[in-house]
């Protein structure tokens, strides 16, 4: 018998930003905006990751995952209301 472990990859939504302190940031809360969310019930993963060469990479910042559920999430034409993820 031969078992195949198949390993996902998807092509996340990201967005980088650079810190040049020596002794790095310490991020409490991120402001996310959304115009519309899912209405299959699938929840939103937000993670912190390391980037490599302009891209992220598989490593996540320890304790930077939060999963939010879409009755978490308000929507905003006019992106008037973002949603605070504390990290």
Avoid: H
């Avoid at 879409?70 to 949603?83: G, H, N, Q």
């Amino acid at each position: 018998t031969t078992t195949e472990n198949v390993i996902g990859w998807y092509d996340p939504l990201a967005q980088s930003f650079l810190v040049e302190e020596e002794t790095g940031v310490f991020v409490t809360k991120c402001d996310i905006y959304f115009r519309t969310k899912d209405d299959m019930d699938i929840p939103l993963v937000f993670q912190l990751r390391t980037m490599q060469n302009g891209f992220p990479t598989q490593k996540i910042v320890p304790f930077s995952e939060i999963v939010l559920d879409p009755a978490e999430i308000d929507t905003s034409d006019d992106l008037v209301r973002a949603k605070k993820i504390f990290v």
